[in-house]
């Protein structure tokens, strides 16, 4: 048996998968998110294995507190007693209104809103749903709701298409209906006359 064929085949996750971890990662030891990981979802999945996953997707966790090598105390030559006022927090204590990392909102505009960073660090679920799965976005382009729910970011319901296509149909044919395969197949025709006309423009 050759040494390539001994390789453990990679560990699969699914897009849900991902997309938990990203969002919950921040703000908790490795240990700590493999359990939460692996109790969700039933998995097995070793700290290892899921620290692998972090770093190749360069999710940092923001936990590194250490000092550093010739770094110095911040009340190095402090002297006297530096008690607590009336309004310091206890140790350990969080605010009243804190929302832990995952916490979802639903914004004025119908987006919903994942928190994937302490202290207070949103950002668009379907963004951090798509990037799991295909990436940064492309720029100039924008993610289409097929169903136009925007509160469903299911990476199923979510189609990628260029922005001046999304202008065209917003103005021309727009896709609002509650068909998702119509609205998924006016998307696709307008983006391939688009892409169509630009290739005329530059012969």
Known sequence: MSHDSRKRAPIAYSDIELAWIEVNQAGISRKELSQKFNAKFNRNVA???????????????????????????????????????????????????????????????????????????????????????HGKLKKGYNLRFLDNDRTNCNIDNLMLIP??????????NPANTQNSDLNKSILLTESIAWHANKMECQL
Request: charged share 30%; hydrophobic share 30%.
């Open 47 to 133: 700290q290892q294995n899921i620290t692998g996953l972090c770093k190749r997707n360069k999710w940092a966790n923001g936990r590194d507190t250490r000092m550093k090598k010739g770094q110095k105390s911040w009340n190095k030559g402090v002297t006297g007693y530096m008690g607590a006022n009336k309004t310091s927090f206890k140790k350990g204590s969080v605010p009243h209104n804190h929302k832990p990392v995952g916490y979802e909102r639903i914004r004025d505009d119908g987006y919903v809103t994942v928190k994937v960073a302490e202290p207070n660090k949103f950002r668009l679920k379907q963004l951090v749903v798509w990037e799991a799965h």
């Open 163 to 172: 922005r001046a296509v999304n202008s065209i149909v917003n103005n021309r």
